[in-house]
């Protein structure tokens, strides 16, 4: 008789036999779990939301630690130039100093005029760049290379050196009638003399596409600006620069005052030739540090009001399972005195009650699951859709948080029916047997 005995069968038959409180405890549980699944996906939709921050918040700051060292005086009176030796020795300082702060730098050299409107009557401002090919500019918003301009034809390159590539605002005004691989004439007004100098028989290799930044740019190859502008000397092969970018790529590892004082002593810059960008990016890493100080405190709040609403959920589903098993035991006093008497062991009732509550929440979790799950989804798309209200915060029903609410419930649910199964398991089968 005991080999015969099914647990299944006897746990589907008591859950039949008390169809109204089992279908009330269901019911309470599948409640519960559907609101374990909305404050679980409301959880995780803000936490994404708040980590998509943080993590913005540092690739921020990552890019704000760039420095910027700026060789420039373009006081016509008063020019402070540096040679290609100097600059060369520049390069190799940078890049050393760097690599001791565990960084890395680049020096950008650039040449610097304006060109002057075919339109006599225009008082449109155009710039006529000189860059390396190779390198391009790097400072600050400008970043200006062959990577990162979009344009028809080519980027500058070391092939030939009258080429020149045209912001698409400065080409529909200046040279409207030409195109990639015309000659054009540029009429630059020098920085350092103040001269207007044509610079002649200009292939055009690129147009820019239209962009606010680069609209009114133009660019050559920066030796052969500065050869065209009088700042090289064929005598000793020297070109003659005023201006260039030292871009840093972790500036918050480096003493600018150090890296500046051997430019300086390189160059023989003065201190109004050379400026940087330190106290900007102090500044900026400061509030960005603080934006995500606040970010992971919200974080803090929001792990801290699920764990809560968990908890209360929790006592709210055990009390109801506990009380629903506990009634059920004491109902069935005299048949699992019985069912002891004629040899079922100790562990076989633990298992009897353990398995009926377990089913119970199995049941309950398809239903709850079904119904959080649709909710969670109707949360989401209102709150997509910006109707406010209750709808305050977005929503993610993600794998983790459906395997973490069904971990939850299951746990909770053994836990709620281990004190009934305790009771069970030590009735004593004379005593129950009595019991009327």
């Known amino acids: 008789m005991v080999k015969r005995f099914g647990v299944r069968n006897y746990i589907s038959r008591n859950i039949r036999r008390r169809s109204l409180r089992s279908g009330i405890t269901i019911v309470g549980i599948s409640i519960c779990i559907a609101f374990f699944i909305l404050f679980a996906s409301i959880s995780q939709g803000l936490k994404d939301d708040i980590l998509e921050e943080i993590e913005e918040r540092r690739a921020e700051i990552a890019r704000q630690r760039a420095g910027y060292i700026t060789i420039m005086n373009i006081d016509p009176f008063n020019m402070d130039f540096f040679n290609s030796t100097e600059l060369e020795q520049v390069e190799d300082l940078v890049e050393d100093y760097c690599i001791a702060q565990n960084t890395s730098g680049e020096v950008f050299p650039l040449a610097l005029n304006f060109l002057e409107p075919t339109d006599p009557n225009s008082d449109a401002i155009y710039i006529l760049f000189g860059v390396d090919p190779e390198k391009g500019i790097k400072y600050d918003f400008i970043d200006f290379d062959a990577e990162s301009v979009s344009l028809n034809g080519t980027f500058l390159s070391t092939d030939s050196e009258r080429q020149v590539i045209l912001g698409n605002g400065l080409w529909e005004k200046n040279y409207p009638a030409s195109g990639l691989g015309d000659a054009i004439d540029l009429q630059t007004l020098s920085f350092v003399t103040g001269e207007s100098i044509a610079i002649e028989n200009v292939t055009i290799s690129g147009i820019m596409d239209s962009n606010p930044l680069y609209d009114q740019f133009a660019a050559v190859p920066i030796e052969f600006l500065l050869e065209e502008v009088g700042l090289y000397d064929p005598v000793t092969g020297e070109y003659q620069y005023f201006l260039a970018s030292i871009y840093i790529d972790d500036a918050s590892k480096i003493d600018f005052d150090e890296l500046e004082a051997g430019i300086k002593d390189i160059t023989g810059i003065s201190d109004r030739g050379i400026d940087d960008n330190e106290n900007y990016i102090n500044r900026i890493i400061l509030e960005h540090e603080a934006e995500i100080a606040r970010q992971e405190e919200m974080e ?68 709850g699951g079904l119904s959080g799950g649709l909710i969670s989804i109707y949360f989401g798309m209102q709150y997509e859709a910006g109707a406010g209200g209750l709808f305050f915060a977005p929503t993610s029903l993600s794998p983790f948080v459906v395997s973490y609410v069904v971990a939850i419930s299951l746990v909770v649910g053994l836990l709620a029916a281990l004190y009934p199964a305790w009771r069970a398991a030590n009735l004593n089968p004379t005593e129950a047997l009595r019991y009327e």
């Open 300 to 367: 803090r709040t929001v792990n801290g009001w699920l764990l809560a609403v968990i908890l209360l959920l929790s006592i709210i589903t055990i009390v109801g399972i506990s009380n629903t098993m506990l009634m059920s035991v004491t109902e069935r006093r005299r048949e699992i005195g019985t069912l002891k008497a004629v040899g079922i062991a100790r562990s076989r009732v633990y298992q009897i009650i353990l398995s009926e509550a377990l089913l119970l929440v199995l049941i309950a979790l398809v239903i």
